[in-house]
């Protein structure tokens, strides 16, 4: 089981990337999908979060707005599109399959974790 996610780089201060995160190995058009980042020096935190029909979304405060989770069960594929980036955005983001359907912010319900692709906001 592996979940590849891509689409970072270097952007400057109010652009746009989106990141996919792909899965293979199995399905997980059953399981939540989420998106967490680790910025340097800083502890993990959960950034979003779809439920298995892409009915249930949750996003942290501080991306509300800017950022959008989807998701395709067809392609096995979560996407997160972040607009209007800022320096503080600057990270290395991870997306993760929930244990469950629904999902949520806590990270010890995501059983499988991607290798993470970096992010970098220059202002």
């Known amino acids: 089981v592996q979940l590849q996610a891509s689409g970072g780089g270097l952007v400057q201060a109010g652009g746009s990337l989106r990141l996919s995160c792909a899965a293979s190995?199995?399905?997980?058009?059953?399981?939540?999908m989420g998106w967490f980042r680790q910025a340097p020096g800083k502890e993990r935190e959960f950034v979003a979060a779809?439920?298995?029909?892409?009915?249930?979304?949750a996003y942290v405060d501080s991306v509300k707005g800017r950022f959008t989770i989807s998701r395709d069960n067809a392609k096995n594929t979560v996407y997160l599109q972040m607009n209007s980036l800022k320096s503080d955005d600057t990270a290395v983001y991870y997306c993760a399959a929930h244990l469950g359907s629904v999902g949520g912010s806590d990270p010890t319900r995501y059983r499988y974790w991607g290798m993470g692709t970096l992010v970098t906001v220059s202002s």
């Open positions: 779809v439920s298995w029909n892409g009915g249930r979304i």
């Open positions: 190995g199995r399905t997980f058009s059953n399981n939540a």
